[in-house]
Each structure stands twice: as structure tokens, then as C-alpha cells.
């Protein structure tokens, strides 16, 4: 078998000659998600390609994650709140979205929206925890490992092009803020609970509001029947369910902006002050094999992503970082925002090896080897944690 190298969840001891060996213990959490049922909003889901943790968190397992595009099938869910009923896609046209922060404030269905022109962009979607599971103190939250992440094909329209026809940004606006559709129980303070987030205004040129995913309406599961979607940037500043939209000179006050998706020291709250999670950063991991393989030559692939810039490069190492090859990227180039499949074929004798990938974008940055703890366990992207032992027999 082969196996994430996880230094905190995973027991690796060493042979007398030298060689890696591991003796794996899966937590019990982890071992308790694969045992969970499919909730009845992603049933559309195949089984044996994710790993339910909750009602609303599903992961996709990591030999489901190869192809340039990822499956709606195999897709993770990360929800903050239970999604609302599946009677809200039943009429997507007629889903009203407020307009605010513009010279003419308002509201629009989303079959008036799309008549000012519809776009398809390809990008990854990523959850701010993913990688969670690599940190090496205890964290709340899913325990991620790779699999809170995909690269799907959006087709929406222009956040611009909606704030044009409302006249444009009004004076001031520092941030779009999407509020999502979810109910809020009654007697809550709507800021501790709901779904809203503030991003750097500098992100309209990329931001659209999509009613489609890889070319079918969005689910629920996946936010339908409108949702906000901002290549580039972590899943949580994608609101789903988006029923407003405001230009904005500061930040939302809800919790989830104020305190929630921020990075600090380990032990440390939640401030204002502290980085939000905005954009993604380069990152790439090894999708197969991920099982015992026969010796000989053997495939090695994964996928690698740039963040908010194009990625144009992978290395892969067979010995834990010893020596590393370039790979060759397999699909095509879809994007800025997407990630890559990528794959090395390499010469293997029977042994242990320890399999690791590195990426480089177009802003000349490149992963790397370790990833300093945070409070919250966000943006893991150290090559070393993401790296798996495959035995060759």
C-alpha cells in the first residue's frame, strides 16, 4: 500500500538499512468519515470516489482527483451553514439577487442577469483547510488531506458587467461582499451565523456570478442556483446561494469576516488585523499510484495548480526531495485559474520510495518544502507533508 505522509496522523519509522519504511495507523476520525452516508442534497455523489465527514463536508478521495476536470460526482462539498432546500433550484431564473453599492441600487433576477453576457472560465475550487490534516498540532475543523479541492469549468456572467448595468461602482467602494441565501434561525444575531464575505475590490475584473458547472445548473450541493465565484481565491470567498452583492467601503461585520478564515499563531483569536484567505497559492500533489505497483518503469501523476498565476512547471522526486526530475504537463492548458495534470515516467526497482511534487507559476514562486503552522490549519501547501510512500515489488 501507499500512503499520505502525515507527521502528525501517521507513524513512520525507519528499517535498520536505511530505507523507509512506515507502519500507517489511520485516525480514528478519519477512519469514522469513510463509514458516513451521503446526505440526501449530494446523492449524486459515487461513493467510492469521496468520504463523507459530515452532512455537510464531503471529500473527494485522492485517486479520484486526475483529469484536468473534476467530475461533479467525485467534487468535495464544504458547507458553513445546512444547505437550504433543493426547491431553490426549481426556478433558477426567477432567483433575485440584490445589487447594492452602485449608482443605482437594486435588485435582478438571474435570467435578467444573464442577458448582459455569459462567460465559461476554468478554475480550481479550493477549500482555505485543505491540507488540514498535514498540520502538525491538533486543529478544529475537516481534517482534510488533499481532497477539498477540484478544478471545474464555470459558466456565468460578469460581476463588472452586472455593476455596469446598475450604473457603476458608487464612490468609496473598497470590497465586494457576497451574503449568501441560507436561513438564519430565528433568534441569532444574523453577523455570528450567516455566510457573507468581503473581498479586495480589486477582484471585479475576475468575479462572475455563475449559474452552471461544468456545464449543467448548479446544484445545490454546489451552490445553485447562483453563486458567487472569484478565480483564483479559496472556496469560502465563493458564496453560495448568493442573494446580494454590494460594493462596499469596509469589510462585512459578520464573524466569518471579522474573525473567521484568518491566519494566526497558533493559540491566537481571530482578528481583523490578521490576513484574510483570499488568494490561492502554487501547490501540486501526487494522484497515483497509490497502491503497491510491480517494478519496472511506472507512471506517476498528480496535479499542480499556480494559484492566482499560470502554473508552468512541476518537478517530481521518487526519494523525498533527494533529487528531482521535470515532469511534463498531459492536459490541456485551460487556464490561469485551473490546475494541470502532470506525469513522469520513472524507472522503479523493487523498494520503498517516497513520491513528492513541486510547483512553480508564472510569478516565479515555487512550493515549498514546509508550510509554518497556523491556528486554523489554512493554506497548507509544503511539498513534503503532501508526498506519499509507495512500495515497489
Not at 512506515?22 to 451521503?38: I, K, N, S, Y
Not at 446580494?244 to 469589510?251: G, N, Q, R, Y
Not at 484568518?262 to 481583523?272: L, N, S, Y
Request: overall charge negative; hydrophobic content about 40%.
Amino acid at each position: 500500500m501507499s500512503y499520505p505522509i502525515n507527521r502528525r496522523r501517521f507513524l513512520v519509522t525507519t528499517a535498520a538499512a536505511g530505507t523507509a519504511a512506515a507502519t500507517v495507523q489511520l485516525t480514528p476520525g478519519r477512519a469514522a468519515a469513510q463509514d458516513g452516508e451521503l446526505p440526501d442534497f449530494a446523492s449524486f455523489k459515487t461513493p467510492d470516489d469521496v468520504m463523507v465527514w459530515t452532512g455537510n463536508t464531503i471529500e473527494t478521495e485522492r485517486g479520484a482527483q486526475g483529469g484536468s476536470i473534476t467530475g461533479l460526482s467525485s467534487l468535495f462539498v464544504r458547507n458553513n451553514l445546512p444547505a437550504p432546500p433543493q426547491s431553490i433550484t426549481d426556478d433558477p431564473d426567477g432567483w433575485v439577487i440584490e445589487i447594492d453599492g452602485v449608482a443605482n441600487p437594486g435588485s435582478m433576477t438571474l435570467g435578467d442577469i444573464k442577458r448582459l453576457g455569459v462567460i465559461t472560465v476554468s478554475s480550481v475550487l479550493q477549500c482555505s483547510g485543505n491540507g488540514r490534516a498535514f498540520f502538525g498540532h491538533e486543529t478544529s475543523g475537516t481534517q482534510w488531506s488533499v481532497g477539498a479541492a477540484g478544478n471545474v469549468v464555470w459558466t456565468g456572467v460578469p460581476l463588472n458587467a452586472v455593476i455596469a448595468a446598475m450604473g457603476g461602482p458608487a464612490d468609496g467602494a473598497n470590497f465586494i461582499t457576497g451574503t449568501g441565501g441560507e436561513e438564519i434561525p430565528a433568534g441569532l444575531d444574523p453577523n455570528t451565523i450567516m455566510v457573507e464575505r468581503s473581498i479586495p475590490i480589486g477582484a471585479l475584473d475576475q468575479a462572475m456570478i455563475a449559474f452552471e458547472v461544468n456545464g449543467e445548473p448548479l446544484p445545490v450541493a454546489h451552490g445553485g442556483p447562483a453563486r458567487m465565484v472569484t478565480p483564483g481565491y479559496f472556496g469560502v470567498n465563493n458564496v453560495k446561494y448568493v442573494k446580494k452583492v454590494a460594493l462596499t467601503a469596509e469589510e462585512s461585520q459578520a464573524k466569518i469576516q471579522q474573525s473567521g478564515y484568518r491566519v494566526r499563531e497558533v493559540g491566537a483569536g481571530g482578528a481583523p488585523d490578521q490576513p484574510s484567505m483570499y488568494e490561492m497559492v502554487v501547490k501540486s500533489w501526487i494522484t497515483t499510484p497509490l497502491v503497491d505497483v510491480q517494478s519496472g518503469k511506472i507512471l506517476i501523476e498528480g496535479v499542480a495548480m499556480g494559484g492566482v498565476s499560470t502554473v508552468t512547471g512541476v518537478e517530481v522526486s521518487t526519494d523525498g526531495g533527494a533529487t528531482w526530475q521535470a515532469a511534463d504537463f498531459t492536459g490541456p492548458d485551460t487556464g490561469p485559474f485551473s490546475w494541470r495534470p502532470f506525469a513522469l515516467m520513472a524507472d522503479m526497482p523493487a523498494g520503498q520510495y517516497e513520491l513528492a511534487s513541486r510547483a512553480t507559476n508564472e510569478a516565479g514562486d515555487t512550493q515549498p518544502e514546509d508550510f509554518p503552522p497556523n491556528h486554523r490549519g489554512y493554506g497548507h501547501n509544503g511539498w513534503r507533508d503532501h508526498a506519499v510512500l509507495v512500495t515497489v515489488v
